[in-house]
Every structure is written in structure tokens, then in C-alpha cells.
């Protein structure tokens, strides 16, 4: 067995473990399906043990796989914590904002301001559940969303502070019956199909938020749209299909539609800071003061009455201040 395994194959692994998929794996690393599947060999060859059982319709974890996933977890981090110690001057922090124009833009500049000596970089990556698998994957490093909606296994690997209890709404085509009320009840609804990016996989946290909050009034997930990234192509393609679509209060309108606040009950997106765990960073400790401060002088933090939001995510959120 040699004892000295190179960091990529572990990195290699490392992400066919975590997308049971060797093609998305693949992708995550930028890297072709074949040179994938040489280094996962290759890193059995040298552990002489099989990590994966591969059929022609799903990969699953051996038993000798599930034991070497957290060493491998260990060693990764251990190698970029090494690496970053002797870079002599502190690298850039890739800070994913979700989509340009919400309040995480405002926590953003308010910890630029804290950290001027911080090149701090905004990324859009729309959606924490493909946010995550960058920062876990070393291309990211702070991301805004859901924790909630994460995978436990995902979630057992970052860090995550409470932001904000965000209200959402319901952007409407200006010619919608209820564009022109101020506010709409979720009873007013019933019967409509809302987009919620459902097939996207880099949004599964959110389109899971949606069904709870749709189950049993009678509203449906509208069919998965083509996925657009980049706020100018999504607004594209909603333009094209007038579906109306579920997001927060401070979603950008777009041209021809309408925001409207969804009320009775008012239901509530959890928003959390999110980065990988162990990561030591200014930027990083810039960021969670700025939050912190923001939402305390904002009350992004304060539950409304009347209001709409899972246990699990109150949960969550409450067990993280």
C-alpha cells in the first residue's frame, strides 16, 4: 500500500462519493469522465481496496469507501489549511451572493467596509444546495441560503450563521388577476401553478421550502423551466413563460411583472451565512460581523406574528445564534 496518496485523488474521490455520480463529479472538477474514473483506479490500486460498486444505473460507497470518506475529508482540509499558510499574503474570499440585488449585496459592502485591507469577490451562483457543493469542492468559500435544506452530510461540513428571516412574495406578469392587489393571501393561490426551481438541481433547498409551504393549499410546483443563470437569462425566461414565481421581498422586479408580498400567513425564508468548516479567513470574520450587525439594527431576526416557517428551520436557525 503507499502511504503517500496524492491530495487529488483523494479529491477525486471525494466528489464521486458525494454525487454517487461520475459524470456530475466529473463536472464539479472540471475534469473529463475518463481521467475521473483513471485517478478512482488508480487510488484503489494504491489502497488495494474497491471504494465503489459501479452498475450501469447508480454508484454507492463500499464499505471500504464509507471508511475512507472522512480521512479523506481530513486530509483535504489539512492540505488547503497547509497551503493557505504559506501563500504570504491572504488570498481572495469568493463570496456567493445567490442573485445580484438582494440584502446579502448590503452584507457584503458592510464587511468591506469593516476589511478594506480584504479583496472580498462576489460570485452568483443562484441557489445554496449547488453553492455548497463549490465551497466543499474548494471553489467557493462563503455562500448565503437555506441550511436547513441541506443534506445532513453536507451540512456536518460548514458552518453556518443565522441572517435572516426574509419574507417572501410572489412575482406576478403585470396582466395577472392579482397584480393589482397590494398584497396576496396564499388562499388567492389555490389552483395556480408557482415556479420554484423545480429541476434545478442547485436549487433543491428552495423548491423543498415551496412544496412545504404549498402542501395542502391547493398550489403547485410549476414544471421544471430551463435553468438560467445569471439574473438577465432568467428573466428571459420567465418573460417568455409568464409563470409566476415564488422568491423573497427584495427580489429584483423585472420588467412587465409585478412583487407582491405573500400574506395570511406570511411565510418566512430562513437565510443563513454559510462556509466551509474550519476555514480561517478575515474576510470571513468580516462577514459574520457585518451580518450580526445588520441584522440586529434591521431586526432581520425577529419572527412576525401570523407568520409561516418549518420547525425544522426554526430549529435550525435558533440552535445556531
Known amino acids: 500500500m503507499n502511504h503517500h496518496v496524492d491530495p487529488r485523488l483523494l479529491r477525486a474521490f471525494v466528489a464521486v462519493a458525494e454525487e454517487l455520480h461520475f459524470t456530475r463529479a466529473a463536472a464539479r472538477l472540471y475534469v473529463a469522465q475518463q481521467a ?29 469507501g464509507e471508511r475512507l470518506l472522512p480521512h479523506a475529508h481530513a486530509v483535504l482540509a489539512a492540505h488547503d489549511e497547509l497551503a493557505a499558510a504559506f501563500t504570504g ?28 485591507e480584504c479583496e472580498l469577490m462576489a460570485r452568483y451562483e443562484s441557489g445554496l444546495t449547488g453553492a455548497a457543493a463549490e465551497i466543499l469542492a474548494g471553489r467557493l468559500d462563503v455562500s448565503f441560503g437555506r441550511f436547513a435544506g441541506l443534506a445532513p452530510s453536507v451540512r456536518a461540513r ?10 417572501m412574495a410572489v412575482l406576478l406578469p403585470e396582466e395577472h388577476p392579482l397584480a393589482d392587489h397590494p398584497e396576496v393571501p396564499l388562499d388567492a393561490l389555490a389552483g395556480e401553478s408557482l415556479y420554484a426551481g423545480a429541476g434545478n438541481p442547485r436549487t433543491r433547498e428552495w423548491t423543498d421550502l415551496a412544496e412545504r409551504l404549498f402542501d395542502g393549499r391547493g398550489i403547485k410546483i410549476a414544471p421544471p423551466a430551463p435553468v438560467a443563470i445569471g439574473h438577465e437569462e ?88
Open 36 to 64: 475521473l474514473s483513471r485517478d478512482i483506479r488508480r487510488l484503489e490500486r494504491e489502497l488495494g481496496a474497491e471504494l465503489f460498486v459501479r452498475t450501469t444505473r447508480q454508484v454507492a460507497l463500499t464499505g471500504d
Open 89 to 116: 499574503e491572504t488570498r481572495p474570499l469568493l463570496v456567493d451572493l445567490n442573485t445580484d440585488g438582494m440584502i446579502t449585496r448590503r452584507v457584503l459592502a458592510r464587511a468591506r467596509e469593516r476589511a478594506p
Open 234 to 321: 432568467f428573466r428571459r425566461v420567465m418573460t417568455k413563460t409568464r409563470t409566476p414565481v415564488l422568491v423573497g421581498v427584495d427580489f429584483p422586479v423585472m420588467p412587465d411583472c409585478v412583487l407582491r408580498p405573500l400574506v395570511r400567513p406570511v411565510p418566512l425564508s430562513p437565510v443563513s451565512l454559510v462556509w466551509r468548516r474550519g476555514l480561517k479567513h478575515p474576510g470571513v470574520d468580516a462577514l459574520r460581523a457585518a451580518a450580526a450587525q445588520l441584522a440586529d439594527q434591521e431586526g432581520w431576526l425577529r419572527v412576525p406574528p401570523g407568520s409561516w416557517l418549518p420547525d425544522a428551520d426554526l430549529l435550525q436557525m435558533c440552535t445556531k445564534k
Open 158 to 167: 460548514l458552518e453556518a450563521q443565522p441572517v435572516r428571516y426574509e419574507p
